[in-house]
Structures are given as structure tokens and as C-alpha cells.
């Protein structure tokens, strides 16, 4: 029944941002971990890093190796590479074997990190060289059980994720940044239009200045962007002399003790996030914001949400893969500029969603209650299982709301729902909303297959997405999109 009101909807809504994709097409497979059959299992395999001490398994923090490839990120003055790479962020297969045989045939006597599955070459997984002291038989059922697919970077190539490997720039894509670049040369850049165009993916060239712009930190007119950048930017850097070194005082010192042990837990799997220069970066602007916001403070998860500005600003300066990029070899200035704006960008954001952090974090509370109610609604079906199961939403829900699902989706995925967050209105506070409602919905299988209480909770904190590109976040949101036009302005679905 809820599939044929899906095809409905969008049969009768051929216009709404989410229609471009087909009804029929089928959804990637993604992969499903299996049942863990004890809380320590799955405390092995879940990434959550609050819950890890700075002690506790040094290999987990170790840096990955991940194997060469080619640089796709171009800032948007910079002509694009001859030969691009395919929309998983990979080399084609035939540059893949190519690869592969040259690495063998120079190092005959290494490990070249490719293997062979099925008459394909395959890179392993850094988890696998962390565990090569097994047998080449025990070796080899490892890579024949994984699903032989595009192997997808955390960060690198974070706009042309696709798992379905399609080619990078198609001629609709090409339409597509071109208008962009139409829309961002004009003298006054309508915003609207901008927003209209942005809902379904930002393409990366452009991407840093058009969410300086859709955020309300750069002007539309073109004339005052110059002026308007360098007084922010200076403004910033003028609090850092001003409020910086009283991080020590005895008032602030507790605010700054709790941000200096969270930053090094930020994505720690990304050894960008693990740079000295960076976790600087990241202390100043977090402590900045608190001690401008003395009504919320620092809260734990906001340190989330810087990442992905920094990391599209960054892309502006980087071609290699921008999770290995040693940030303290750009210019000063560049560096300078890159922290300013994530700043500004990240105070617009928290502005509109700061009840979230104050005392009690009421707008947290008030938007799991309010997802409770919508699932109720949209699929009784999990609803009353979790009853049954006596799962509380808040169990698992309070950290979506907190992070807006950042510890759920990769890094490259996050990137590409915020450029729809910031397209809606109301992105970050109300549609953020019906995303999760869709979320959940998503693993509607997997929940109603777990037997009890705590399979239910590994299931829903540690869900499997790590394999998630843009054609998944890109279904995520056309249903969050059906959702909201269906319940937000009816109030009498949406309540009992």
C-alpha cells in the first residue's frame, strides 16, 4: 500500500524537485551488516567515536592507506582533468588493471594492497592489511565475501560519489553548470533560482560559493561580495585577538577543556581531521562561537557540523583527495580564509537551530517527539514494533536530530544533503524532519527482521551506509520531499 501511494504521488507530481527520479528505478543495494550476537560485537563494529576513549584500540586510529587515485577535486577556476575519473571516485577497470600490473610488476616482492576476485582486481580495505596475518586461503574468502563495487573514499571526489558508476560530467550535467555559472556571473544573483536549482545536487565546481551564498553570508549583489568577504573575515580574526586567550581563564577553561577532547574525536577514520593545523582550526572556531552564544555554549556534536564547511571550502585550493591533503602547506591567507568562512557558515546554520543546544536541548526533544508522531502516521507497521520492543525514539533518534545525521552517512553523502538543506527554506530545522522519517522508512526490512530490543538498537546505531553516494541520498530526499508535501501542512495527519 505505501508503495503504490509512492507511485501515485509522484505520477500525479511530475513537477516537485524529487521527479526526477523514476518511479521504477531500483534502489542500489546496499550493504547489510549482519546480527551481531553479543552488545560487544557490536560495540567492535560501530564507528561512533563519543563512545571511544583516546586509549582504547590504537589501530582504530590508525591512518588509512588508501590507494592511489587520480584528483578530481578542482576549484572552479581550474580547467578539469583530461581523462576524469568515474562517478565512484575511481579509475576505470581498464586503468585499475593497469594499475595493478604495473604495481606488480615493480614490486614483485611486496604487498601491493590488490588482490583477485573472480577475475578481477580488487584493492583491499585498509581493515584487510591490519589483519594480514591470517592464511592466503582465510585471505582470499575475506575479498570473495565482499561485494565486488566501486571502493568510495570518505572524503575524496565528495561532489561525483555514485555507486552506480556513471560517467562524471553528462550533458545534463554540463546544462546543469552551466547554468549555475550563468546564474553566479549575473550582477544580482536571484536567489530563488539559485535555491531551485540547488535542490538536486550542487555541482562541485561551483559548490563553495553557492553555499556562501544560499547560507546568507555572501551578498547577492556582485559588487559587495569583495568588500562584504574581506569585513567578515577580519571581524573573525579580530575576535581570535580579542577573545582567544582567555580559552585559559577560569570562566572558559572548562568550555575549552570539553572542545579540545572532542576535536581529535572527529571523524577520526580521516586523517585530514587529525592534522595538528586543523584540530587548531576547529578549537578556535568552536570556542569563538561559544563564548559568542552564551546561551547554549559548547555542546557536544556541534563539532560535527563544521566539517563539511571546511571541507568545501578547502576543495577550492585542492586537487589530490582531500582527506590526505596536508592543509598546512597552503598560504596563510588561503588557510585564514577557509577558517573564517566556516565560521561565519556555521554560525548562519546553528542561528536557525540553536534550541537544539540551549539548556534541556528543548528543540531536540520537541523534534524526536515530533518524528514519533510522523512515523506513527506514515508506517504503523515500525511503530508498534518498537512499542512491542519498548524502543524509544530517542534512544536513536536524539543523535540524529543532534548531528543531523552525520554520524549515520559518510562525510560525501552529508555534503550532498546539505546542499538540499540549504535549498529548503527551512532546511536545517523543518525538513531535516521528514529526511529522518525517510531514513527510518529506508531500513523498514531490516528493523521489522531484528527479534528483540537490543538487535533493534545495534540495527538502528550503527545502520550500513558506508557504501552510500549520491543516487542513494538523492532517493533519501525525493521521499523526504513526499513526506513533507504530504503531512506538513495537514495538520490533521499529521496528529492523532
Known amino acids: 500500500m505505501a508503495t503504490d501511494n509512492r507511485i501515485n504521488f509522484w505520477r500525479k507530481n511530475a513537477k516537485v524537485p524529487g521527479s526526477r527520479f523514476p518511479k521504477d528505478t531500483p ?270 555554549g559548547y555542546v557536544q556534536g556541534i563539532n560535527d557540523l563544521v566539517t563539511p564547511f571546511f571541507v568545501v571550502f578547502l576543495s577550492e585550493f585542492v586537487e589530490e583527495d582531500v582527506e590526505n591533503f596536508d592543509v598546512a602547506s597552503l598560504p596563510l591567507d588561503t588557510q585564514r580564509n577557509i577558517e573564517a568562512d566556516s565560521f561565519w557558515c556555521m554560525t548562519k546554520l546553528l542561528d536557525g537551530i540553536q534550541d537544539n543546544y540551549t539548556f534541556a536541548q528543548p528543540g531536540i526533544q520537541n523534534k524526536v517527539k515530533a518524528l514519533e508522531e510522523l512515523v506513527s502516521r506514515i508506517d504503523e507497521d515500525i511503530h508498534n514494533y518498537f512499542k512491542r520492543n519498548e524502543v524509544e525514539y530517542l534512544q536513536f533518534a536524539f543523535r540524529w536530530m543532534n548531528n543531523l545525521l552525520m554520524r549515520e552517512l559518510p562525510l560525501r553523502c552529508t555534503i550532498r544533503l546539505w546542499d538540499t538543506y540549504q535549498a529548503e527554506q527551512e532546511g536545517f530545522s523543518h525538513f531535516h524532519l521528514y529526511v529522518c522519517a525517510a531514513f527510518l522508512i529506508e531500513w523498514r526490512k531490516e528493523i521489522l527482521s531484528m527479534v528483540d530490543f537490543q538487535g533493534l538498537l545495534m540495527l538502528l546505531q550503527n545502520l550500513p551506509t558506508i557504501h552510500w553516494g549520491n543516487e542513494e541520498v538523492g532517493l533519501l530526499l525525493a521521499e523526504a520531499y513526499r513526506l513533507k508535501y504530504m503531512f506538513a501542512d495537514a495538520p490533521n495527519h499529521y496528529k492523532r
Open 27 to 296: 534502489k542500489a543495494n546496499s550493504l547489510r551488516s549482519k546480527k551481531a550476537s553479543s552488545f560487544h560485537e557490536f560495540a567492535r563494529s560501530t564507528n561512533d567515536a563519543w563512545d571511544i576513549d583516546d586509549e582504547e584500540d590504537e589501530d582504530f586510529f590508525a591512518p588509512c592507506h588508501p590507494a592511489t587515485l587520480p584528483p578530481t577535486l578542482q576549484s572552479a577556476n581550474r580547467a578539469p582533468p583530461s581523462s576524469p575519473p568515474d562517478c565512484s571516485g575511481n579509475l576505470r577497470a581498464s586503468e585499475q588493471l593497469d594499475v595493478a600490473a604495473a604495481e606488480l610488476r615493480l614490486r614483485p616482492d611486496q604487498d601491493t594492497g590488490f588482490g583477485h576476485v573472480n577475475g578481477r582486481v580488487v584493492v583491499k580495505s585498509n581493515s584487510e592489511a591490519l589483519l594480514n596475518t591470517n592464511t592466503e586461503r582465510s585471505t582470499l574468502q575475506k575479498q570473495q565475501s565482499l561485494p565486488v563495487r566501486p571502493i568510495i573514499p570518505l572524503v575524496a571526489r565528495i561532489s561525483d560519489q555514485n555507486s552506480s558508476g556513471a560517467p562524471i560530467m553528462t550533458v545534463r550535467d554540463k546544462s546543469r553548470l552551466d547554468k549555475f555559472k550563468y546564474l553566479l556571473s549575473c550582477p544580482n544573483t536571484e536567489l530563488e533560482e539559485l535555491r531551485k536549482h540547488s535542490w538536486s545536487g550542487i555541482p562541485r565546481e561551483v559548490r563553495p560559493i553557492t553555499w556562501r551564498l544560499l547560507s546568507g553570508y555572501l551578498p547577492a549583489n556582485m559588487e559587495r561580495r569583495v568588500q562584504v568577504l574581506k569585513r567578515k573575515r577580519d571581524e573573525y580574526f579580530g575576535f581570535i585577538e580579542q577573545y582567544y586567550h582567555s580559552r585559559t581563564d577560569e570562566t572558559y577553561r572548562e568550555t575549552y577543556r570539553q572542545i579540545h577532547i572532542d576535536i581529535p574525536r572527529t571523524n577520526p577514520l580521516i586523517p585530514l581531521f587529525q592534522q595538528p593545523a586543523v584540530q587548531e582550526v576547529f578549537e578556535r572556531i568552536l570556542f569563538i562561537w561559544a563564548i559568542r552564544h552564551p546561551a547554549s
